[in-house]
């Protein structure tokens, strides 16, 4: 006895349409390389050539499509990309980075020596500068500015350097046998640290990024060794504070 037609044509329906279920998700799963996407890395302040191989590594494609004046950063280094750091994409997918200038307007370097160090580093941040590294010479002149450097060499006051151009600053210091107290630094960012630390007569240690950052110069400290407070927290001059950062 043959089926009634309502049955057969509900089963056909039914059919098809699972048919067509299956393949409308399979297209899409295809399509958006599903289960294999790529998060974008963070490519702020990577040359051109180092944000491209950082892209190839992941299966990802760089090009270049803008330049802009950014402080703060050096010349021809990436400024931003689009899409942006921390964003799932397919592979094979083009990340388009805008870099900053090539060539960047020059500022007279500021008058540093006897300085403070919160002074000098308002002075040169006024400027377009950024400090680098805080480097303890011994001196009688305790906490004060001795000089600076840029890429290793000394630098002078009116010299004219790139806007941007990271300062190494000499800090005098006279003491190296005292204990010192270790500050308390969670919250602050890391250029805030370096201060704080030199202040306490302190060295910034190894610092480490947890998870994806997608600013560095706008991350927080979270964690810190030797920790602020507390019997541990008096160590010798110029040891070396820790410290762990995030978005």
């Given amino acids: 006895m043959s089926s009634h037609p309502v049955r057969r044509f509900l089963s056909l329906f039914l059919g098809v349409n699972a048919v067509l279920a299956l393949v409308v998700w399979l297209a899409l799963r295809w399509y958006t390389a599903h289960g294999d996407a790529i ?8 040359s051109a050539d180092e944000a491209v191989v950082a892209l190839e590594d992941l299966g990802l494609q760089a090009l270049v499509v803008d330049s802009v004046y950014t402080e703060g950063l050096g010349p021809a280094v990436v400024v931003q990309s689009d899409p942006e750091a921390g964003f799932q994409v397919k592979s094979g997918r083009t990340v388009y980075l805008t870099l900053n200038l090539t060539d960047l307007p020059t500022m007279a370097l500021p008058d540093l020596t006897d300085l403070s160090l919160r002074k000098a580093t308002m002075d040169l941040n006024n400027k377009g500068f950024v400090v680098g590294q805080l480097i303890m010479k ?3 002149a305790h906490q004060v500015v001795l000089g600076g450097q840029y890429q290793g060499r000394e630098v002078r006051a009116g010299q004219k350097l790139p806007r941007g151009s990271v300062i190494d600053l000499y800090i005098g210091f006279n003491n190296s046998d005292s204990l010192v107290d270790v500050p308390n630094l969670t ?8 201060i704080f630390l030199a202040e306490s007569s302190l060295s910034l240690g190894t610092v480490s990024y947890l998870g994806t950052v997608s600013d560095s110069n706008q991350a927080l400290i979270v964690r810190q060794r030797p920790m602020a407070g507390g019997n541990a927290s008096r160590v010798r001059a110029l040891d070396f504070v820790d410290l762990w950062l995030s978005d």
């Fill in 187 to 194: 919250g602050l960012t890391l250029d805030e640290a370096r």
């Fill in 138 to 140: 011994p001196d009688l």
């Fill in 39 to 46: 998060q974008v890395p963070s490519l702020r302040g990577l």
